[in-house]
């Protein structure tokens, strides 16, 4: 391989947590492969955001266009289509996120490259670059090779790429005219519309009680509300508590919900799917309560008590009220 790119997302003049993921990950594959660390910078005005990033990668390319100002794959894979023309032996390190799923696919056929989507890790064997993936509902890990591809599109899995100031001298900034033509697109962005936001805040929470399927058929929650005001923290949920309507969408943690940043969080019958660890960052210390000792949830906590809910939550409560006296 060549060259390791890595492309940024952004969002309202801001890079997004998946485009330090990918840095990560596109880090330790030069670092294994011996390669070049490139940046893709596509959007309008976008300086500031450059500067960020040459602090951390040795070259950022960067292409400045008003049509590139919001997410739109069309514009976005003919313009990395035109950036990529011409080179054969390069990796695309992408992260994950609602545009990527729209995105990577239609971008790697018009790149005519190999596609693995949702990596966890990578691995270099004799040069040739191999990814690995969780299948069958993340029970088992599989690692795929690329059939001798020289074009490669890898986007992650989050939550699996933790990103470290490298400390290194600042990268080069090299501004590219834009590939695109005069061509009407087809797709157009009509507006950026901000989440609701709640009485609650739980992307601000240092402490975060979440209920997930596992509280059954119970509508009462005030048995979970008071084990968070004991613990001076918020209650957040799992999807299905959405979707059953006992709590509004804002207070969901995952990929399609909110992206948290807690020092603990208390997972509560919650089997620990990716969509739901891929909105928890920042390393809090999780602690799950589950009654299934094989729940995933438990891998990613550092502390687990494998019993009934309505066991453990009122003992839990009185515990703490105890121990602040
Ligand atoms: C495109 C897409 C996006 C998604 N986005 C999100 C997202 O943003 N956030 C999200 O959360 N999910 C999301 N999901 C859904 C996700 O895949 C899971 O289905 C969901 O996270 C499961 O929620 P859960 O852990 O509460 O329920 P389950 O997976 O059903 O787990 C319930 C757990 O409770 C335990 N349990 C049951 N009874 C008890 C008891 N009495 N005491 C103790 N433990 C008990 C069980 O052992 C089990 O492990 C998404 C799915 C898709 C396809």
Redesign the pocket.
């Known amino acids: 391989m060549k060259t390791i790119y890595v492309l940024a997302e952004h969002r309202q003049q801001h890079l997004r947590d998946t485009t330090w993921d990918a840095l990560a990950a596109g880090r330790d594959l030069a670092q294994k492969t011996g390669a070049e660390l490139a940046c893709l910078l596509l959007g309008s005005g976008v300086d500031a955001m450059a500067d960020q990033l040459a602090k951390e990668c040795p070259k950022v390319v960067v292409v400045d266009d008003p049509r590139l100002a919001n997410f739109n794959s069309e514009p976005f894979v003919k313009t990395l289509t035109g950036l990529l023309a011409g080179q054969d032996s390069y990796v695309l390190v992408i992260g994950n996120s609602n545009s990527i799923i729209d995105l990577a696919p239609g971008l790697s056929v018009a790149l005519d490259a190999a596609l693995a989507t949702d990596c966890i890790g990578f691995e270099v064997d004799g040069g040739k670059v191999k990814a690995l993936r969780q299948i069958y509902s993340y029970k088992v890990n599989a690692l795929v090779s690329f059939k001798g591809a020289s074009r490669i599109v890898a986007t992650l899995r989050s939550g699996f790429f933790s990103f470290a100031p490298s400390g290194a001298a600042p990268g080069a900034i090299e501004k590219v005219a834009s590939p695109l033509g005069d061509e009407p697109l087809r797709k157009r962005f009509l507006s950026y519309v901000e989440a609701e936001k709640g009485d609650v805040d739980i992307a601000s929470a240092d402490i975060i009680v979440a209920i997930?399927?596992?509280i059954?058929d119970e509508e009462d929650l005030s048995m979970f509300e008071s084990l968070a005001d004991a613990m001076g923290g918020v209650v957040a949920c799992?999807?299905?508590?959405v979707d059953k309507g006992l709590l509004p969408k804002y207070r969901?943690?995952?990929?399609?919900?909110v992206e948290v940043k807690p020092k603990v969080y208390l997972a509560l019958?919650?089997?620990?799917?990716f969509?739901?660890l891929g909105?928890i960052k920042g390393n809090p210390l999780i602690v799950a309560?589950?009654?299934?000792p094989r729940?995933p949830i438990f891998r990613a906590a550092q502390y687990g008590i494998v019993?009934?809910?309505?066991d453990v939550v009122p003992a839990l409560e009185e515990k703490i009220k105890e121990l602040k006296g």
């Open positions: 997930g399927r596992g059954g799992s999807r299905p508590i969901q943690v995952g990929t399609s919900g019958g919650i089997s620990g799917a969509q739901h909105g309560v589950n009654k299934d729940a019993a009934n809910l309505a």
